[in-house]
């Protein structure tokens, strides 16, 4: 969406090809999670789905999953044809893509964080500012300013909930000792507003951002994709799978080809292509481009992905309080672990429990379920969930290649091997940060941590590196393709190293970067 709307800004005429499958309009705009389940016709439909789809099965060890209003996030296209080994990747043809279903977590990348990019900090800072003004972000400077470098456009911070609040609280009256050991704690970047912004409002604290905010304060692609219906430059090709890019004979783009809803294809002529449909899609395109142009069947090396830990937890002192239903929902306060080498920053988000579905913690407590329920409702303002992100780098057993089926499409095939330190960093990562909650007053109960599998987190990067020598299968540091001119890559996939934080806003300002650079 960054990367048309850039374009177009630079003179360009953009036609977007998506499969984009549509969301369901919202429902009961000014109800609250709660006041849902009074004012729907059919508020277990709505909120656990038809065939029960959004319910957590025991034994998964996730603590949410998506709600049946974001099926169409994840809602399959046959096409596209998937085999993994050591991987559990998601994948979006939703229009707005899988940050329709994003917690909002916007952080700038720090010049240790870029060091392995042909460019730094300073080099991406106008393209953060401008992603900012577009979207409106909303947070603090505060203790964590050296891990979250400061930017234009930033709104005041969202109204604390009572558990967060008293988080922060407890951080700043031991504030020497947590940071002489390493920690630092502040307030969350989030893409919600505050203020107006535009035609968007502030946030309205109903305690359903999961289920999707009704009133865009919390952005989603769509709002950019919404502004783009209205230039004159820009169209808009739903129900396009791209199966692959076409070159003539001096290796100039000169188009796509689109499978259609009915199977049939269709060449769509371009003077230029951008692939951003997220790296592992816009790897696929690229594998198939050369497959279909030579016959060869290429492998791509340096997949990454955050690896994602999941800590519950127990704050004794809000045991027994009430909880307030109108808060928002994700996280607002996060912790920063430094490390010898800055890259290998340890970045923390804490998520207290406000409006949320019961049944995923209450089937975790290992007790029947009226007890269970019982316990749950004494300590739900008391619970919490910090997801910890680690770094990942690109290595050459960590590949994307095509397999030929036996019938229909090639597949897609991904093979993640783990560093050979992997363990040892999730070890030390989790006793650092269940340190940190116990200085926090907060208790991590046992055997409830889980380490969740590589893909899971969808922080896609790393098969078509950019910068660094002039190789084939790489980008220039403008995202330039070097195999096929007038190939553009805005996504994830040109990334050479993968920090902890959230890769969203890195991605969003890149692909402004790279447009106005094209």
Request: hydrophobic share 40%.
């Amino acid at each position: 969406m960054h990367f048309a709307q850039t374009a177009i800004e630079g003179g360009h005429s953009v036609l977007m090809l998506d499969v984009g499958h549509e969301s369901p309009p919202p429902v009961a705009q000014g109800a609250t999670f709660d006041e849902l389940k009074e004012r729907l016709d059919d508020p277990v439909g709505y909120l656990l789905g038809s065939d029960f789809q959004g319910v957590t099965l025991p034994g998964s060890g996730e603590f949410y999953g998506l709600p049946p209003s974001k099926d169409f996030v994840l809602a399959p296209r046959r096409e596209y044809v998937l085999k993994e080994w050591g991987f559990a990747s998601l994948a979006s043809f939703g229009r707005g893509g899988l940050a329709e279903a994003w917690t909002g977590g916007v952080y700038p990348w720090t010049d240790a964080e870029l060091a392995d990019f042909p460019f730094g900090y300073q080099d991406l800072l106008p393209h953060y500012e401008e992603v900012a003004r577009r979207i409106g972000i909303s947070g603090a400077v505060d203790d964590l300013a050296p891990f979250f470098p400061s930017h234009a456009d930033l709104q005041s911070p969202l109204r604390l909930d009572v558990h967060s609040e008293r988080l922060l609280a407890t951080y700043a009256s031991r504030r020497d000792s947590f940071r002489a050991g390493g920690c630092f704690a502040g307030r969350s970047r989030i893409a919600v507003l505050t203020a107006q912004h535009e035609d968007r409002g502030p946030c309205t604290y109903l305690g359903r951002c999961l289920w999707g905010c009704p009133h865009a304060a919390l952005y989603t692609p769509r709002v950019t994709l919404e502004r783009l219906f209205a230039r004159p430059e820009f169209k808009y090709v739903g129900g396009s799978y791209v199966s692959h890019c076409v070159w003539d004979g001096a290796r100039r783009v000169s188009g796509v080809v689109v499978v259609r809803p009915d199977g049939t294809e269709e060449t769509v002529a371009a003077d230029a292509v951008a692939l951003a449909a997220g790296a592992l899609s816009s790897a696929r395109i690229m594998l198939e481009s050369v497959r279909r142009a030579t016959g060869e069947v290429l492998n791509l090396a340096g997949l990454m992905d955050n690896q994602q830990i999941l800590m519950p937890f127990l704050n004794p002192g809000m045991i027994g309080k009430a909880t307030n239903e109108r808060d928002y929902q994700y996280h607002q306060v996060c912790l920063g672990l430094s490390t010898p080498d800055p890259k290998h920053y340890i970045h923390a988000q804490l998520t207290t429990l406000k409006s949320a579905m019961a049944h995923p913690v209450i089937q975790s407590l290992p007790m029947d379920l009226a007890s269970g329920t019982r316990v749950f409702r004494l300590l739900r303002s008391a619970l919490g969930v910090a997801n910890v992100n680690l770094h990942d780098t690109r290595r050459p057993d960590c590949t994307a290649t095509l397999e030929r089926a036996e019938r229909g499409p090639w597949k897609l095939v991904l093979n993640y091997r783990p560093a050979a330190d992997d363990a040892a960093q999730i070890s030390a990562a989790t006793r650092r940060v269940r340190a940190a909650l116990r200085r926090l007053g907060c208790l991590v109960p046992p055997g409830m941590t889980h380490v969740r599998p590589k893909g899971a987190s969808v922080h896609y990067a790393g098969l078509i590196p950019m910068g660094g020598a002039a190789s084939p299968l790489t980008a220039t540091a403008e995202g330039k393709s070097r195999d096929v001119e007038g190939l553009y890559f805005a996504d994830g996939v040109t990334f050479p190293f993968l920090p902890a934080k959230n890769i969203t806003f890195t991605l969003m300002a890149n692909a402004v970067r790279v447009a106005r650079a094209m």
